[in-house]
């Protein structure tokens, strides 16, 4: 029991824990924290007073000047307490109050020797974290190919040096070890698209980090002196964060062999094939279907069909330029058949 220590022992009000004010339910362990194979670390106490004024103890009989005495607790290795057992769940109500126990709300770190084991909550949290490590492995088990080499720099693995299978396998054992980190980077959040393209152009140093400027983008602008600034500016600045998208798809091989893997196109056969328009052909060529929402995707495939070289991997910016090249040069052969 504890009870407030006024001045005068008569004046001495003890609680009552024989109701429902102790916890009753489960069982807790008190053990070493640092266990001694040559000496059993123990300890041994009557009762202690807390900050606020409230002694802690199990009370047992009283002195002849009418002040309690205290039943002597003895904590020698591991000790456990059946809180179903009522002598059990007092006991623990004041050791858990203990200052040389770990958790203990007043611990005193310059003496602390014990921690606490609780088994139920142990259980809880592992079966919690077998639940979250099937969901890891299941949301990496559904990935395609394509999707796991584009999330593979999330997790600080270079889709460029490693095969699907191991990038795959790296990805799997995460998801055993630490389950809510691949579950946070696979649920496809706008912070981590921003970090995908952020992972993207620094590995193929679009972004560069300097010693003086932090995080770099395109030589030229700095954009944090950490990872984490880093990261919150392209957030705040979507119109670059586009941009850098856009170019890191541009430049980034696997994400062009994936492009091409997606579409189906053979490049060493069409790159080494020649071009050679007919009418109709140029009639088609000079006409194409009008943009989609994606006009980056309608670019390349104008650039494909036009038959100009390495479309997969140019900017954006240059294909246009060539393209309307192009066209002037099939207009200009064009009029020349017509005249």
């Not at 020698?76 to 007092?90: F, I, P, Q, R, T």
């Not at 691949?182 to 152009?201: C, P, Q, S």
Request: glycine content about 6%; overall charge negative.
């Amino acid at each position: 029991m504890n009870f407030a220590q006024p001045s005068m022992a008569l004046e001495q009000e003890l609680v009552d824990l024989s109701g429902d004010k102790i916890d009753r339910v489960g069982i807790k362990v008190v053990r070493p924290i640092k266990d001694n194979e040559f000496k059993r670390p123990e300890c041994s106490f009557r009762c202690f007073r807390s900050p606020d004024g409230v002694w802690y103890g199990i009370p047992i009989s009283r002195n002849g000047d009418g002040t309690y005495k205290f039943r002597r607790i003895h904590i020698s290795g591991h000790k456990a307490y059946n809180l179903e057992v009522l002598a059990d769940a007092m006991e623990w109500h004041i050791v858990k109050h203990w200052p040389r126990l770990e958790s203990s709300p007043w611990v005193d770190q310059s003496r602390v020797m014990f921690r606490v084991d609780d088994p139920e909550a142990e259980a809880q949290t592992n079966t919690r974290r077998i639940s979250m490590a099937r969901q890891a492995i299941g949301l990496v088990s559904e990935l395609d190919e394509n999707t796991l080499r584009e999330k593979a720099r999330l997790f600080g693995i270079e889709p460029a040096t490693n095969t699907i299978s191991i990038i795959r396998s790296l990805i799997l054992t995460m998801a055993v070890e630490k389950p809510e980190y691949v579950v946070d980077k696979l649920e496809g959040t706008a912070d981590n698209a921003t970090e995908g393209i952020f992972r993207r152009a620094l590995a193929i140093g679009l972004i560069k980090m300097s010693p003086e400027k932090g995080y770099v983008y395109n030589e030229a602008l700095p954009i944090g002196l950490t990872e984490m600034a880093a990261l919150r500016y392209l957030g705040k600045d979507k119109e670059l964060l586009a941009q850098i998208d856009i170019e890191g798809k541009d430049r980034d091989k696997t994400y062009v062999a994936n492009y091409q893997e997606t579409q189906g196109v053979n490049l060493g056969e069409e790159e080494k094939a020649e071009v050679n328009f007919g009418d109709a052909d140029i009639e088609e060529k000079l006409n194409p279907a009008a943009y989609s929402v994606d006009e980056e995707d309608e670019v390349r495939k104008e650039a494909k069909a036009l038959g100009i070289s390495y479309w997969h991997n140019k900017k954006v910016e240059n294909l246009k330029k060539e393209i309307a090249e192009t066209k002037a040069e099939l207009l200009n052969k064009k009029s020349v058949k017509e005249d």
